[in-house]
């Protein structure tokens, strides 16, 4: 059970954040459908950072001074790193949305197509092959909290809530969930927040009142790519094994149904990262997926085709979207360019 709870946020974390990136950019009134873009961007962009950190001896440092927490920081390290290439990448959609007055729809599809073929190039002419991996080996292990960090020994029994939640865990975890609270506050309990939030609802209105309409919308573009950029990284990390490869399984548009799903609110997105963050952990590891502790496998003595649980989440994310989408209320101007004439 405690191998079910670590690997459900493992898979849940990145949807939260990045489903959050989305609120920042559509709560503003721009549709971001380039979620998956900027994390796939985020991803090589993190990669390649730790790969500098390594060909700088640093990796190696810290692991000869055997202080494995420096190795948290510089994780971090990366972490900020890919949001800023985030948050840059965003910038095209931004100028498409808000000065050309594109369709920020086909905007953010082509800002799909775009990001997977220029970290292919970019991979292909670094690493000479269609995946930029950091080290041979388990590298996502390098990154991993084990209770010897606590200043456990090995004999040392956590329990259940310490296996779940201390031990072979990822600092990603808790940074991501400390952000997302702090995000969070920030856009419903500030003043930015609110300014940001009224230009998603009725722009005119809200520039009626001194309110930079246009840079409020390119505010909430570059947070939201500088979130969705974080979210690839820690994707690349946790679940890619510290490797890009111009593909993030498709979360960046299951982050668009979780966003969906929790109304664009943050507390219900919560709620239904984890949901889906759940049905993916089943996916990726139901055949060694021991509940009980008892030794049994359950589902994989079902004798299912292996095929159908790699296609649950996506199964789960149509059903529960048919259910939920009616009730959904999008902010008003969303996708509608801003026009300063129009009342």
């Keep these: 059970m405690a191998f079910l709870v670590r690997q459900t946020l493992v898979y849940a974390i990145p949807l939260m954040i990045v489903a959050l990136a989305g609120v920042f950019s559509e709560r503003s009134g721009i549709i971001n459908l380039a979620l998956e873009g900027m994390m796939i961007f985020g991803a090589f962009i993190g990669v390649t950072c730790m790969n500098v950190m390594v060909g700088l001896g640093w990796f190696d440092a810290v692991k000869a001074s055997g202080n494995m927490w420096t190795m948290q920081w510089l994780l971090l390290l990366a972490m900020m790193v890919s949001a800023v290439a985030g948050c840059v990448f965003s910038l095209l959609l931004a100028f498409a949305a808000i000065n050309l007055k594109a369709d920020q729809t086909i905007g953010g599809t082509a800002l799909n197509m775009l990001a997977p073929a220029i970290v292919l190039f970019l991979v292909r002419i670094t690493a000479k092959q269609n995946n930029l991996l950091l080290a041979s080996g388990d590298s996502a292990t390098w990154f991993m909290i084990k209770k010897s960090m606590w200043g456990f020994d090995k004999s040392y029994k956590f329990g259940f809530f310490g296996d779940a939640f201390l031990n072979k865990v990822y600092l990603t975890t808790y940074f991501c969930i400390i952000l997302f609270i702090i995000m969070s506050v920030f856009l419903y309990k500030t003043r930015f927040g609110i300014r940001l939030r009224s230009c998603g609802e009725n722009p005119q209105a809200s520039a009626s009142l001194g309110i930079n309409v246009n840079k409020m919308r390119y505010a909430g573009v570059m947070i939201s790519g500088a979130l969705a950029g974080l979210g690839g ?111």
């Excluded at 979207?321 to 509608?336: M, Q, V, Y």
């Design 233 to 343: 990284c820690v994707f690349a990390v946790t679940t890619a094994n510290a490797s890009a490869n111009g593909d993030v399984a498709g979360f960046g548009f299951l982050a668009l149904a979780v966003m969906i799903f929790g109304n664009w609110k943050p507390l219900p997105i919560a709620g239904g990262a984890l949901l889906f963050g759940l049905f993916k952990c089943i996916a990726a590891s139901y055949n060694t997926l021991d509940v009980n502790g008892d030794g049994v496998y359950a589902l994989a003595s079902i004798g299912l085709d292996s095929n159908f649980y790699r296609m649950l989440p996506y199964l789960i994310t149509l059903i529960v979207l048919a259910f939920t989408s009616k009730s959904s209320r999008a902010p008003k101007a969303e996708g509608i360019p801003y026009d300063p004439g129009k009342r």
